[in-house]
């Protein structure tokens, strides 16, 4: 591991915690929200909840690990000889990049057909992009970490394609109260994971020693808060609009809770 200063240290765990506790609170935001959707849309919230649930739980693991990697004792610090695991981003993003984007299809309520298609080729491909890209991100040299990064744009790209060009007449459809919202919360989506890459990068960079881990730790952090509390808030603000316009302030308080 590279020698981190006690700075570093502290900002990476600083960093941790406050992410776990905005993925958990995000989590009681999300499924309580649930009460405030029509019936068509509190999959979505379930789905969007579950994301954050599950970040917060890979989130926590991770702050043991780093504090279990490292001891700082009268202002010195040590490596204790146990290896920081980054493996649990790559099984949170296995399971949460998929579902991110699940919810927002589900959120736009297109026909089962045309849901369960862009799903499951949207799901794949997030799916194929965090495999791809995990060898990478453990390689011991920037040679094989530039092959698996490339290899990882190739299903990035096809994402941000039907993003932007397979879900662009779908909008068009939705109420206009919640058009813009929706038009917000895939332009966040394409940023949130357009940085990803630009943190994959930072070994490539001027930076060393334990500014490297650190800007990886602290990049990775601040994209996963906005990609999954972030565009949870679109997707929930979207569910009330849609919810409010297609059932109406009555019809929705009569709606079904479950």
């Known amino acids: 591991m590279e020698q981190i200063t006690v700075g570093q240290f502290g ?17 009681l935001f999300f499924w309580f929200g649930r009460s405030q959707v ?7 919230l379930t789905i969007t909840g579950l994301v954050t649930a599950i970040a917060a739980y890979h989130y926590f693991r991770i702050f043991e690990s780093w504090t279990a990697a490292y001891d700082v004792k009268d202002g010195v610090i040590t490596a204790t000889g146990y290896a920081f695991n980054d493996a649990y981003r790559y099984v949170d993003w296995l ?15 297109l026909s089962q057909k ?28 920037n040679a094989t970490r530039a092959l698996w990064g490339t290899l990882s744009t190739i299903p990035f790209a096809y994402v941000v ?20 919202l929706i038009k917000q919360a895939r332009l966040l989506t394409f940023a949130s994971w357009g940085f990803y890459p630009i943190v994959y990068m930072i070994p490539y960079t001027s930076l060393s020693g ?28 979207i569910a009330v609009r849609k919810s409010a316009a297609e059932y109406g302030e009555q019809g929705l308080s009569a709606a079904p809770t479950k």
Request: aromatic share 10%; net charge neutral; proline share 3%.
């Open 11 to 27: 900002l990476v765990y600083n960093a941790f915690s406050f992410t776990f506790a905005a993925m958990a609170a995000g989590t």
């Open 210 to 237: 334990g500014a490297v881990e650190t800007g990886i730790q602290v990049g990775y952090t601040i994209a996963d808060v906005i990609a999954k509390v972030g565009v949870g808030i679109l997707v929930y603000m």
């Open 114 to 141: 045309e849901t369960m298609s862009k799903a499951t080729r949207l799901g794949f491909a997030a799916a194929l992009m965090i495999i791809l890209g995990y060898p990478g991100e453990i390689a011991a040299d």
């Open 95 to 109: 399971l949460t990049v998929p579902l991110l984007l699940i919810e927002l299809v589900l959120v736009m309520r």
């Open 161 to 180: 394609w039907q993003l932007f060009s397979g879900l662009g007449s779908a909008i068009e459809r939705q109420p206009e109260s919640a058009r813009g």
């Open 38 to 44: 029509g019936a068509a849309y509190k999959t979505a």
